[in-house]
């Protein structure tokens, strides 16, 4: 991976990347996932620290440690998690003081960091978010510090280790490959990324570069999944070839369909941060940031659910480890859990990313009612599906928007997935508009069989928060009143 330049492919080439898309850079990565999901995370974590670095860092430590991270001699981590601080990075203990050389010294516990230690590279470099004595209470008072397991002179040569060590690895359902570390700080010497008490901002241009190809995560394992599963059913001779069975052919073609909307969805959202930093265009950006969540979140979904297919298609043989279709399950199954919590990429949508009124959501359903309108002549029948789901989604859009917040998180998680699924059919109807025959069969059992399911979405988007907090916490245990 290194070696073929596959970690700096989209960073600056000042500094050794090659400046290329990030649409490029995140199909890269979709077949990376797909062949070791494990071994992926390191060169994803190490992208998302560059383009932090790229973004907020010192014009020193640009120099000494981007040409080593977009090379793969070094690789980042992203240290956020604590054990009483996980989505409430606010409640972090990990402390920062200043030093009398100008740099700073580290103290502090951090859990779930992913490649916090490994000799596939020469350095490790953390990212880590500390509070210095006059840092305030929550977010607003946290900085962000680089602090390498061996410290650089300014040459980039190692010399002696950092005073921090690894306490732990965890052992884990999947991703077996990937070292997941409990980290401890002793002292260890840091240098200030950004400015002081500003570190979540450097931090969340990490998060939300990894959010976007943590769903392109998604659809690797899912697309490797459904490749598997469809030789398997092409082999497997069960009064017949399994794949010529009407409910195995449904899973496969569904299966196939959801990976082309998911994957779709993520290339929509990259071409919009491509086109943003192209032409500075805040609408694009804006776009580029409503569209994350829902790459991240959908594609994750749709990775567990075509897992879960393809060892469903195995039968008995998915359910035994030496086929290999139980670890695209396993290894599949934190992506929706990692970057940000998928209820967590929800609320981001219904709160920050509709804080417009709306306004980026209307543009999106505006195009894909034009679509419609255009591929009418074409596809008749799918085109009316498809303009009213929009129309429907428009109408439901002005409901959830005009819901008290409350309201609005308890239905976020099916909102997102309404949205993403009549995203999903638009992707599909240009495509059947540009492809062929077995292109247009796709759309069709995308918009006749898996849209649908958009209404049921929009129906608990709707339902609101009051009967989940009427039922009692002892129900959940079943000991009902």
Excluded at 166 to 181: A, N, Q, R
Excluded at 229 to 248: C, F, K, L, S, T
Excluded at 265 to 276: K, Q, Y
Aim: one cysteine or more; hydrophobic letters at 45%; aromatic letters at 6%.
């Amino acid at each position: 991976m290194a070696e073929g330049g596959w970690i700096g492919l989209a960073s600056d080439p000042e500094y050794g990347g090659m400046g290329l898309p990030i649409t490029l850079n995140i199909a890269v990565n979709e077949m990376l996932s797909a062949g070791c999901l494990a071994l992926q995370l390191n060169s994803l974590l190490t992208q998302g620290q560059i383009d932090a670095l790229e973004h907020h860092a010192s014009d020193a430590i640009k120099a000494l440690y981007l040409p080593k991270l977009n090379s793969g001699e070094w690789s980042g981590t992203m240290n956020l998690t604590e054990p009483q601080a996980g989505s409430d990075v606010g409640a972090l203990t990990s402390r920062a003081e200043r030093a009398e050389d100008g740099t700073y010294r580290i103290t502090g516990q951090k859990i779930f960091i992913t490649w916090g230690d490994s000799d596939v590279t020469q350095n490790v470099c953390h990212l880590v978010l500390a509070r210095l004595p006059d840092g305030g209470a929550g977010t607003r008072g946290i900085s962000l510090f680089m602090v390498p397991k061996y410290l650089p002179d300014a040459d980039g040569n190692l010399g002696e280790a950092n005073s921090l060590r690894v306490v732990s690895l965890e052992h884990k359902l999947g991703i077996h490959g990937s070292p997941t570390c409990v980290m401890s700080f002793e002292g260890a010497k840091g240098w200030l990324v950004g400015t002081e008490h500003k570190g979540m901002a450097a931090m969340f241009t990490m998060m939300n570069s990894a959010r976007l190809a943590v769903g392109a995560q998604g659809v690797g394992i899912a697309e490797a999944a459904l490749q598997q599963a469809a030789a398997y059913a092409a082999e497997r001779n069960q009064m017949g070839a399994i794949i010529n069975h009407p409910d195995v052919r449904r899973m496969l073609a569904t299966s196939r369909a959801e990976i082309f909307a998911a994957r779709a969805i993520c290339l929509a959202c990259s071409t919009a941060l491509d086109l943003a930093r192209a032409t500075g265009s805040a609408d694009w950006a804006a776009r580029g940031a409503f569209l994350t969540p829902i790459a991240k979140a959908h594609g994750t979904d749709v990775g567990c659910r075509v897992a879960d297919a393809g060892v469903q298609i195995h039968g008995g043989m998915g359910f035994i480890e030496e086929t290999g279709a139980a670890q695209y399950l396993r290894d599949v199954r934190i992506t929706p859990i990692y970057e940000g919590t998928n209820g967590i990429q929800a609320m981001d949508l219904v709160g920050r990313k509709m804080a417009d009124d709306g306004a980026v959501a209307v543009v999106l359903l505006d195009e894909i009612l034009d679509n419609a309108k255009a591929a009418q002549a074409a596809h008749a029948e799918l085109a009316n599906q498809v303009w009213q789901a929009a129309e429907t989604l428009r109408e439901a859009l002005h409901e959830v928007l005009a819901q008290e917040m409350t309201d609005r998180f308890a239905g976020a998680v099916p909102f997102l997935a309404a949205f993403a699924r009549v995203l999903g059919a638009h992707y599909h109807l240009r495509a059947a508009m540009a492809g062929g025959a077995d292109q247009v069969t796709l759309a069709r059992i995308y918009i006749t069989r898996v849209l649908p399911h958009f209404a049921a979405d929009l129906a608990e988007a709707q339902a609101g928060f009051a009967d989940l907090a009427q039922l009692g916490d002892a129900a959940f245990s079943g000991h009902f009143a």
